[in-house]
């Protein structure tokens, strides 16, 4: 199986380029503004005019209202959006570029939710009070083969160098995505651990643009 990889939570141009070289398909930059991986739309322009043709830029986002969402994307070009908050399946519906939701699992979560959002893909995160994303916990993987049935099934929540090879075995998600556990700082990519993360992925995993493939695929 070909697994694809998302980085989140860019704030450097050096990271991000360097997840590019390693083989990185999307580059997460991350709009919340209580994040400590914030980063200002303009300055992720920066990054984003000089990646590589073929990696897809997604702007993370929560909660956002319908005008901030709009000038996020116009400042900083990305070009897919990840709703990470309480969005709607009407507000996730009428962004302007393409999109996917994510879920936070923990006790009461139903695989069956993701149906209601008709993105083909989704993104699957652990849960933890009063924390929206990037808090190094993991979660039990078993839900992803129920997910699948529905949705194609981007893995998060704290997955690194240690884990990550375990949980692509284990869960057999179509994606990963990689933060906390490849940072030395919030916000700030370890150039060992990152290497290290695609590595244990394996030398012969194809990358491509997640998104795209899902519109394909649907």
Not at 12 to 35: H, I, K, T
Not at 63 to 81: E, H, K, M
Not at 89 to 96: D, G, I, L, Q, T
Request: glycine letters at 10%; charged letters at 25%.
């Amino acid at each position: 199986m070909r697994v694809r990889v998302k980085v989140c939570g860019i704030t450097r141009a050096e990271d991000a380029f360097m997840a590019c070289d390693l083989g990185a398909d999307a580059l997460g930059f991350n709009f919340v503004p209580e994040s400590p991986r914030r980063i200002d739309p303009r300055r992720a322009r920066q990054i984003i005019d000089a990646l590589p043709p073929l990696v897809t830029p997604v702007a993370v986002v929560v909660n956002p209202r319908p005008r901030d969402l709009q000038r996020w994307l116009r400042d900083s070009g990305a070009r897919a959006v990840q709703f990470h908050g309480e969005e709607s399946p009407a507000m996730c519906a009428a962004s302007p570029v393409a999109w996917f939701k994510a879920f936070r699992v923990g006790e009461g979560f139903e695989p069956g939710a993701v149906e209601t959002y008709a993105a083909p893909w989704c993104l699957l995160d652990a849960r933890a009070p009063g924390q929206r994303g990037g808090t190094g916990r993991t979660f039990d993987w078993s839900v992803v083969a129920e997910v699948r049935r529905r949705r194609k099934v981007i893995l998060a929540g704290g997955l690194g160098p240690r884990n990550l090879a375990e949980a692509v075995a284990r869960a057999a998600p179509d994606a990963v995505d990689l933060n906390s556990g490849v940072e030395s700082a919030p916000g700030i990519k370890d150039p060992e651990r990152l290497r290290a993360a695609f590595a244990a992925l394996g030398s012969g995993i194809l990358m491509s643009d997640p998104v795209r493939q899902g519109r394909e695929r649907s």
